[in-house]
């Protein structure tokens, strides 16, 4: 694992990228208000062997990179697409293999249509359509916005109170798999720690944009790999099957009792289906 900073449009992105850069790159793109470190290095490292240049990055307003005072969001998510561009023209890519979770997600689908020419393939892990869905598919857990209101409670400059209330949050996110508290609380710390202005990952909530977007997902021609929890409190699983029949061509990946979230069981069924997605896909 190694580190490289990319400035582009004066934006600094933090990025790090495990095995050779003479193999198929996966760019991979954190959720909201999550940092590269979502993506667990033993992760990164387990789908590098498999054959692959793996780089992971923070977005905007998390980590290390350029981050803005709470309650300002000078961006839109437009502009994350265009850095996510940025961070392969800064490896000097020509075209990758894009990962995306949650908004990461939405960035890869914005990307695949304004910039398909740089694009391989999608996977496209508890996410939703960057268009109209189902009416009658469910909403975000009312839970997840309850627990949302009671973070301007929380005194953010203290490490046990923020992992106290973001270990509660990881948790309700979770699904009926085994939710590990001690690998979580590592993670919330080192995210802590490392954090530009910690706060300022809410800003994510205020992102916008994207309009021209909306409902073309039908002009995706990239392969695309959907993977999704059956449990999933953000992006109900059937907004899997909205992707199913918006994207030509696109297949999924069922993770049975998985909540919206990277589970550590699920390791090994992503890596090899991001694997498999690739390599059936590589002379396109």
Not at 153 to 182: A, P, T
Not at 231 to 260: A, P, Q, Y
Request: aromatic residues 10%.
């Amino acid at each position: 694992m190694k580190e490289k900073v990319i400035k582009s449009n004066h934006i600094e992105l933090y990025t790090e990228y495990f095995g050779s850069e003479n193999n198929p790159a996966v760019l991979l793109i954190a959720g909201a208000t999550v940092s590269m470190l979502y993506w667990d290095a033993e992760f990164c490292r387990q789908l590098a062997d498999k054959g692959f240049f793996v780089i992971r990055y923070d977005n905007r307003d998390v980590g290390k990179s350029t981050c803005y005072e709470p309650g300002t969001t000078p961006y839109d998510i437009v502009d994350l697409v265009n850095d996510a561009i940025s961070i392969l023209d800064g490896y000097h890519i020509d075209r990758a293999h894009l990962a995306g979770m949650s908004l990461g997600g939405l960035i890869s689908q914005i990307a695949a249509i304004r910039y398909s020419d740089r694009i391989h393939t999608l996977t496209l892990i508890s996410t939703g359509p960057w268009g109209d869905s189902d009416p009658t598919i469910p909403e975000m857990d009312t839970r997840i916005l309850e627990l949302h209101k009671k973070a301007e409670n929380v005194d953010w400059d203290n490490e046990e109170r923020v992992v106290d209330y973001m270990v509660e949050f990881f948790q309700l996110m979770s699904g009926r798999k085994e939710f590990d508290k001690k690998r979580i609380e590592k993670y919330i710390r080192a995210e802590f720690k490392r954090a530009n202005h910690y706060i300022s990952m809410f800003n994510h909530a205020a992102i916008e944009g994207g309009e021209a977007y909306w409902n073309r997902l039908d002009e995706i021609s990239k392969p695309a790999l959907i993977i999704h929890g059956t449990d999933d409190k953000i992006w109900h699983f059937k907004n899997s099957d909205v992707l199913l029949e918006k994207i030509s061509g696109s297949k999924r990946i069922t993770l049975e009792g998985t909540g919206h979230e990277l589970h550590f069981e699920d390791w090994e069924t992503i890596i090899d289906g991001i694997k498999n997605h690739i390599n059936d896909n590589l002379t396109l």
